[in-house]
């Protein structure tokens, strides 16, 4: 069965512009690199979708406050439906009434690494480290599964920064707020396609409205 199957359930893809996605063994060999993506998203709440290419589609995580430089905090990131490959390109607007209405933004890209050996096993045991190479985030991190509550109970993570030249005290989210592929924030984003610009612009650092 398709690790895509949830994903695919939750969207019309007749009225969303995501994407179904490609039969995961065919995408795969097409990259031989792995990718690594962030997406901002402002749906019903403001998001940072953190994603890993593996066995031909992206891990994905939902991160509310977003990648932290700082090795000392740590930062909630709930695991969520696999996502196909081509959704690392993904930057719009998901149409009102479909899953994940709102802005979708490219905050971050690039390559990762695992420094373990068997990623499977290590999500299995619930502690893996990479090192990330994007244009925003770089160096070692690790995704320890933590004890959830509620619905959350079993897909509950912590994203954490090890310490190393690329930790810092600095707030990246703040810092740089704008798309890696186009410039745009999420009020640009939801200008140029359909939707509320009020609402995406409460997602952008408050020194971007406009
Ligand atoms: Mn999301």
């Known amino acids: 069965m398709s690790s895509l199957k949830e994903y695919r359930e ?17 995408q ?22 953190f994603r890993l ?8 995580w939902a991160v509310p406050k977003g990648p932290s430089l700082d090795p000392s905090v740590k930062r909630l990131a709930i695991q969520v439906e696999d996502h196909p490959l081509e959704y690392a390109q993904f930057e719009g607007v998901i149409p009102d009434g479909q899953y994940g209405a709102g802005a979708v933004m490219v905050w971050d890209i690039g390559t990762w690494r695992p420094e373990q050996d068997d990623v499977a096993d290590a999500i299995k ?5 990479f090192t990330l190479r994007g244009k925003k985030l770089r160096g070692s991190w690790v995704l320890v599964r933590t004890p959830g509550y ?54 952008d650092p408050p020194h971007r409205h406009r």
Do not use: C
């Open 10 to 26: 939750k969207r019309d893809f007749r009225v969303s512009p995501e994407l179904a996605g490609l039969a995961s063994k065919e």
């Open 28 to 49: 795969s060999k097409r990259s031989p690199s792995r990718i690594y993506v962030v997406q901002k998203h402002q749906a019903s709440r403001l998001h940072y979708d």
């Open 53 to 60: 290419e593996h066995n031909g589609v992206l891990l994905s």
């Open 125 to 129: 045991k619930g502690e893996l480290k």
């Open 150 to 203: 509620g619905r959350n109970a079993r897909n509950s993570w912590l994203l954490i920064k090890h310490g190393d030249r690329y930790a810092s005290k600095r707030d990246i989210t703040v810092a740089q707020p704008k798309s890696v592929l186009t410039g745009r924030v999420l009020a640009d984003i939801t200008r140029d396609g359909s939707g509320d610009v009020t609402k995406a612009a409460t997602g």
